[in-house]
């Protein structure tokens, strides 16, 4: 993921290994550094919540400053 040029590129494969293993939301959490901006963090979370193997995924919205992607993202975990 880190060696993509891109941030779409690296959201593109994370969505490739996330297809193949389930991830934990702390490591879903280190991996959410690599973005800079608040929509790509959201389609970076979006793209790996089915793949999440645990129940804290929620706790993830703290990562999200901008109101309109922490509500999107409320709203997509059932909060």
Same mark, same amino acid.
């Given at each position: 993921m880190l060696e993509a040029?891109? %941030? %779409?590129?690296?959201i593109t494969a994370?969505?490739?290994v996330f297809k193949t293993k389930c991830f934990s939301t702390r490591q879903v959490k280190a991996l959410s550094e690599v973005f800079s901006s608040d929509a790509l963090k959201f389609r970076f979370l979006e793209t790996a919540y089915p793949f999440v193997s645990d129940d804290h995924f929620k706790e993830l919205a703290e990562l999200l400053a901008d109101p309109a992607y922490n509500s999107k993202f409320r $709203?997509? $975990?059932g909060q």
């Open positions: 040029g891109k %941030e %779409e590129d690296r994370a969505h490739k $709203t997509m $975990t």
